[in-house]
């Protein structure tokens, strides 16, 4: 499907801050930018950096009082066919070094905690069924609720708040699956037919060797995602980074699908 | 200098587990690895994992019922001239992609819960002067006291209780220098007169446009270090990860400086 | 002084609950209840319990629906005189048995992990200029700013977060105290001048053989403020406990300076 | 039953600090102290507090240099018949006061957090039904294990661990029962065959209008503990609570089933 994109941001800084914006579509396999554009106003240098082990964009500049942001994309997208609760787990000693490094605890994501609550809960379930169980888990065990959770909400918080939004769903998916054994990550995207409108954090699980998009929020289907931004847990995909003080005045996103010409 | 590194590791496994070591010395600019060879015993498998992200060389392999693993090295080391107290801080927007990541807080390093103490603590100072500053402070302040840390001990913790081991102090620095914008990471590394011998754990730092080694335990000489592993904190490093139960009966750690033939 | 107080508290409740107010003026040797009146809205049996060891009055009810809860209250008030900043510390072997329970770390005052930072910071000082040293710090470093904290913000929270409102001024002044070997407690209250009105948080401390109230936050006159309830921290002296669920709709807390006849 | 108890306890203190032991039998209905004495070597004048609203009694006095303490005492205990497992849940609203507190979170018991597992886990289930499904599920996934936990180990951090001491295993009981709206507090006592010989901590909750022991860790006989301390949890009944600094020489505790004369 191909996807017309439009995210406006309008923040005001009260001194001059450095930015760090991770809003762009990745360019990946899956994944066709065919054209986009990264406009501030008034009128900025964009330092615009590619990250070529995450295939990540950057936008880095300088605000300083009223500015607004506008990013705009149209990108052709196809997701790989086939289901995750079919797959098989892979054993650590056959699994890239590269996603390795997702089994472990991560700030957001303190699996090791967690490990003894999925040992009794998931027990005797493997692989792709037992992501699903951990999945179906999370939709039915958590509320969907706004305000419930900040910026130092973990999973172990939202396991045991019962609430959260997506990026709370997310990391809980993540905790579980990594306790659980699969590797699984945080994934920050552009969401079609999500209502609200608002940029989405899904989860992605690797099994029978390759990474599987999930979202355990259910409010936005999988085929309907754009990648931004990929990582550990939020902290390596929050989509506006301030180093200073930003207030923000609006933001809308909005993400249409449109016909190939 | 030059450096023959011998570490020994027994465990125990009670059924089959799979192991990632960190325990090789790293390929870098500044570091040649001579010869090392890595030994399990029984005869394993090993498989060896290059990042070339990292220069990291992780080995893993299947363990069970009593294992001994053995890694030894020779390794060049040329550290290279000055002193980050005399170097400026970098711009954000000037800091390569890959070293703004070591901006941001991680699960052992919460940067961000600390940056009002640090604001107040170490006002005023720029730079090297400011680094300079922070080393002095975990030095005159927090003490080399085994027992009093965990697995789960972050250096929010480690900054209350005002004692720790190598890894809360290079936790504990990390913290404040992130929290001081200036970007840190965690080093393992063989450390030449180290007492008593072990692995070691310090901070990299990147002020005047590198990174610098510091060690806020000063137990052993920076130029005597041979590095391993390099990551966001101590989840990133440890030499040894075990997917399973793993049960230390003894280690050992020798590093000794030799003449060049 | 005497004090003409009104609280109104309107809540809908979706399915019966019991609740439990701490609403009522305490009968004291400083301040003598006049006259008061607890009404629930529709009418309900409310059972009124007095806790001698306290002071305190409690009133529990079922509600279910729409309830409004109103307390009025004429209240004189006679504040004993002298000031906290020139007594003694007591040693511990002179406390009272029921203040030294107030050294101890409770829930949202955890003093044992400030210790060290207290003893660094107001190294020197005793008793009475400790206590006051301990006053002008929060004042110096806390902002008081809504939003920033919640139901399980602790001190440490509010001392990592520098920001907070009357009850996390209260936690962390308490917290200090006791880290400084000062006994201190919470006391909610009816603070007259406070703007805009609300409940009131300050903090109670023992020298010189008697306790002495504490306002960090600086926002009302000690001498205005009328006990309601007295405890370890906020978990002991919340105005409005509910089993079941709540749902704040509005309230209001007047309290004016009226003439005695 | 008639019991002989012996405690002692040496430490060393460094310089000067007061301490505060709660080591004497309670004197309750129940419990009746037939002769006890407490001996502190070198020769210190001992204060002995009595607190009516506890029966507890608690010994002051300054330690400095080596130090001895050997309490010894003859006490008849008479435990009230019956089960609480029969019993029905008490109403909030016909809760006597100074029982509402113990349905409270405390630090080491934050059973707010725990509400939504509770529920879950526990849900269907009433009065003496709940209580022993808890301790029930306490038995079945807690492991008892020195070394998993320390002083600031919540029962949140053994529900995650899955593993602790006695006092582990009593704040998880008393944070689920207070969740499942029971009230419980813990007690420290001499427990009667507890095997190594240690002071013990247990649970007693609230239900058909009585206080009831429990004893989650199933080492001991409830019908063998001698009282000596009740509180919110570990917090209130730590048999020796020092300002300063302690350093453990030995300790012993012994308690044996004696014939009335």
């Not at 089994?103 to 069924?129: H, K, M, N, W």
């Not at 847990?233 to 249409?256: K, P």
Request: glycine share 6%; net charge negative; charged share 20%.
């Amino acid at each position: 499907m191909r996807f017309a994109i439009t995210a406006k941001l309008a923040y005001h800084f009260d001194r001059e801050a450095e930015v760090l914006l991770l809003l762009e579509a990745a360019r990946t396999g899956d994944q066709e930018v065919i054209r986009d554009s990264i406009t501030v106003t008034p009128h900025t240098d964009v330092a615009r950096l590619y990250d070529p082990a995450t295939n990540e964009r950057r936008s880095v500049f300088t605000a300083d009082g009223d500015v607004e942001i506008v990013y705009e994309a149209l990108v052709q997208v196809t997701p790989p066919a086939g289901d995750y609760r079919q797959q098989p787990c892979v054993a650590i000693r056959n699994l890239p070094a590269d996603v390795l490094h997702f089994l472990r605890p991560s700030r957001y994501c303190p699996s090791d905690r967690l490990e003894s609550f999925v040992e009794r809960e998931f027990t005797g379930l493997e692989g792709g069924a037992k992501a699903a169980a951990i999945a179906d888990w999370i939709t039915a065990n958590l509320r969907y609720e706004i305000g419930t959770s900040n910026a130092y909400t973990t999973a172990l918080d939202t396991f045991l708040e019962g609430a959260g939004v997506c990026r709370d769903f997310t990391h809980l998916a993540i905790t579980f699956l990594r306790a659980a054994g699969i590797p699984a990550r945080a994934v920050s995207a552009y969401a079609w037919k999500l209502e609200p409108p608002d940029m989405h954090a899904v989860t992605e699980l690797y099994l029978g060797g390759r990474w599987w998009l999930m979202d355990a929020t259910c409010k936005a289907p999988i085929e309907g995602l754009v990648r931004v931004a990929t990582g550990v847990d939020a902290a390596d995909i929050a989509f506006l980074s301030v180093f200073g003080n930003a207030y923000l005045q609006a933001q809308s996103f909005t993400i249409e699908a449109v016909n190939p010409p």
